[in-house]
């Protein structure tokens, strides 16, 4: 469940008037709901038994198994905690609530005619839980992001370069608004840090997590999981493209010795398919030659010797 949470987005979400930053995993039965205002980090993790437990407090009347009424709950959350359209979530009424340091949010929603109760009942996360799925992955998306730009200031640089072949081989601009001058990196941070942030005034408790972002934040955390295949040592991918069956082995793959004695018997073949064309020419030939025209047409209406073939083919 953890390794799954990791490896989901953070989104932000509208529930109950309060903007957050969720991220929700649900399983079979069970699930784990993060919120976040940026000022706090709130957490639930329920498995089948205290989902049945507390489905039935809810709801009287309800006497179903969990794996039941899982499935319409999940079908009424996930859409709170995704940003989906109204529409979808049009499905379940939500509140929110906070009382002292938990936050609970609750739906009400309709299943089999009947009308469907559910509280996500939100405690304080850790601080490892925090710095595990929120600081951790920002602070890696931020040098992702790093390495991005010094990438495109490379390729800036070798632009430059290109342009200033052309010029030097006598290339001239069409139209003067597209000329630039030369970039230089240093120039661009200073003017980046003076000019362009005091201008953005970008909020430091914004919850702007847009689609590229999350894909961003999404490839970094995938990327620093850890794989749950594990290859044997036999196993490897050499070992895998050399392995061969037995039977291929015997008959189509000759090694050593008898790759020779394959090669030796071949050019044997070979030669004595060659000696049989030259004998079937020295043997023809006279034939053309003294026999009359009747013994002619039945010469060249002879059928002609099939050619030897080799042993492997």
Not at 47 to 72: E, G, M, S, V, W
């Amino acid at each position: 469940m953890e390794e799954a949470l990791t490896a989901l987005p953070w989104v932000p979400v509208c529930i109950g008037g309060s903007d957050l930053l969720a991220k929700a995993w649900f399983g079979d039965t069970q699930y784990r709901v993060l919120l976040s205002d940026l000022s706090s980090v709130w957490e639930e993790e329920m498995n089948a038994d205290d989902i049945q437990r507390r489905a039935q407090d809810l709801n009287k009347r309800l006497r179903a198994p969990t794996q039941a009424f899982f499935t319409h709950l999940c079908s009424v959350a996930q859409p709170c905690f995704s940003s989906q359209g109204n529409d979808q979530t049009s499905a379940a009424h939500v509140s929110l609530e906070r009382h002292g340091n938990n936050l609970t949010v609750r739906l009400k929603s309709e299943l089999a005619g009947l009308p469907f109760y559910w509280e996500f009942c939100c405690t304080q996360t850790p601080v490892a839980t925090v710095c595990r799925q929120l600081v951790r992955p920002l602070l890696a998306v931020s040098r992702v992001l790093q390495r991005q730009v010094e990438d495109l200031a490379t390729l800036l640089g070798r632009k430059d370069a290109e342009i200033q072949d052309y010029q030097e081989n006598g290339a001239v601009l069409s139209r003067a608004r597209l000329q630039t001058e030369p970039f230089e990196v240093h120039r661009y941070k200073e003017n980046f840090f003076t000019q362009t942030i005091p201008q953005m005034a970008v909020p430091l408790d914004g919850l702007d997590f847009d689609s590229e972002l999350q894909a961003l934040f999404l490839a970094v955390s995938s990327g620093n999981t850890p794989q749950k295949r594990k290859r044997s040592p036999d196993s490897s991918p050499t070992a895998e493209n050399n392995h061969v069956p037995e039977h291929q082995q015997t008959s189509d793959v000759p090694t050593g010795e008898e790759s020779l004695m394959a090669s030796k018997e071949q050019n044997d073949v070979k030669r004595s398919s060659g000696r049989t064309r030259e004998a079937d020419s020295e043997q023809t030939v006279p034939l053309i030659s003294t026999a009359a025209a009747g013994s002619e047409e039945r010469v060249t209406s002879r059928p002609k010797k099939k050619k030897a073939v080799g042993l492997f083919r």
